[in-house]
């Protein structure tokens, strides 16, 4: 009888945890090659300072005003008409920035919403540490900053190894549940898994951010005249399926 448990005890401990849910694959919302409107929303606004921002089919366009006099804009882009999802990825490849301190990421469950607008932003952090990563909840109708840091990622010792990787990256952000991970990589290289320990990570999110939105990306800190372009930009919506739970074996007496 003890030699029984014990081996159930070692076959349990052998296998993986299950899951609550397995992602099911991937539905386009939005795909390279597919040029649509886009719709602006902003988190901040420094004074009058405005973005032109555009799409066409190899990804989206952003031009800062060149009256424009400050550089604390920040901006969340989605395509214009986009369904609300709760679970859902971003990507683009950060390629031509014009601009020395222009901050990119992918933003994950926006809503406007009589103009008050929520977010999700998963950003590389532009300010001391490059080498960081950011994970915000963005809410405009907060009193005082409309901002709130849920976690930081350093990725020093992990992506960036061989010291600042050269342009262009890849970057895919994505909210499953109440978990928010990103991955990146050289645009050289091939695209990694997610959990990949030297290209990925994650942060767990509020309860109260498990909610839908739109996928999309975000933008900010362009002073007068810079530019930026996210190259092959995708968006993606996922579907739960909570009955693919894997069975433990039963071991064999």
Not at 110 to 128: C, H, L, M, Y
Not at 188 to 203: A, I, N, Y
């Amino acid at each position: 009888m003890l030699a029984a448990l014990v081996a159930a005890l070692l076959v349990a401990l052998a296998l993986p945890s299950a899951p609550s849910g397995a992602l099911a694959p991937r539905q386009p919302l939005w795909g390279t090659g597919d040029p649509r409107q886009v719709q602006v929303s902003m988190l901040t606004r420094d004074g009058d300072d405005r973005y032109a921002i555009g799409s066409d089919a190899a990804g989206i366009r952003v031009l800062a005003d060149g009256a424009n006099g400050g550089s604390n804009s920040r901006a969340v882009v989605s395509r214009e008409g986009s369904p609300s999802v709760v679970d859902g990825e971003s990507c683009a490849s950060w390629g031509d920035r014009r601009g020395d301190i222009i901050q990119l990421g992918a933003a994950l469950r926006v809503t406007d919403e009589g103009g008050r607008v929520r977010a999700i932003t998963v950003t590389q952090n532009i300010w001391v540490n490059p080498f960081t990563f950011n994970v915000h909840t963005w809410d405009t109708d907060r009193g005082g900053l409309p901002v709130q840091l849920v976690g930081q990622i350093d990725m020093r010792y992990r992506f960036f190894h061989d010291g600042f990787v050269a342009f262009p990256w890849s970057f895919c952000a994505r909210a499953v549940g109440a978990r928010v991970e990103f991955k990146i990589w050289s645009s050289s290289e091939p695209e990694p898994g997610w959990g990949d320990p030297e290209h990925s990570d994650g942060v767990d999110l509020p309860p109260e951010w498990v909610r839908a939105g739109r996928v999309g990306w975000y933008i900010g800190h362009l002073r007068a005249g810079d530019s930026v372009s996210l190259e092959s930009a995708t968006a993606w919506a996922y579907r739960r399926q909570q009955s693919m739970v894997p069975r433990r074996r039963t071991p064999r007496r």
